[in-house]
């Protein structure tokens, strides 16, 4: 699974990282793109958000590439495998566990979708503060965050 943030300090967007954040994001998509399997929600949540900080244009950033390339693949097993994950009506979804119910509403989507794949619950992060915030309640509930900028104290972007 791939925080938003990711794409964004892919394409340059996040002013408060260093070079070697983007760097790390920009080699982390590349590889996904060539070698991975991206993890998205079947009812589009991720990808829309995606959407709002990418361009289908697949430029100028590699953000935008991996977004294109994600859009382009998005039927192909091989590249996107995706998941139901089930909205509990009170905002959130089933599949969030009862300890991360206060954790960022903004990314439920990221945690249920997560633990509907329920193969390899891991959360990659570049500048989100709030992967790093929630970390001990994450461990406990089986999910692992992968920080790709470790010495960025960064704020809410997604």
């Given at each position: ?17 260093g070079?070697a ?19 998205l929600?079947s ?22 590439r ?51 794949d ?5 959360v ?35």
């Amino acid at each position: 699974m791939i925080d938003t943030n990711v794409l964004i300090v892919a394409n340059g967007k996040a002013h408060h990282v260093g070079s070697a954040c983007v760097e790390s994001a920009i080699a982390l998509l590349e590889h996904t793109e060539s070698r991975g399997i991206v993890v998205l929600d079947s009812s589009w949540l991720i990808f829309e958000e995606y959407e709002r900080y990418c361009s289908f244009k697949g430029q100028p950033g590699v953000g935008d590439r991996f977004f294109l390339h994600l859009h382009h693949r998005q039927a192909d097993r091989r590249h996107v495998h995706r998941v139901d994950i089930t909205p509990d009506g009170r905002g959130s979804f089933e599949e969030v566990p009862e300890g991360l119910r206060a954790f960022d509403p903004s990314d439920h989507k990221f945690v249920a979708t997560v633990v509907a794949d329920g193969r390899q619950a891991v959360v990659v992060n570049c500048a989100d503060s709030d992967w790093r915030e929630a970390e001990q309640e994450l461990k406990q509930n089986g999910i692992t965050v992968v920080e790709l900028c470790g010495d960025c104290r960064a704020s809410r972007d997604r």
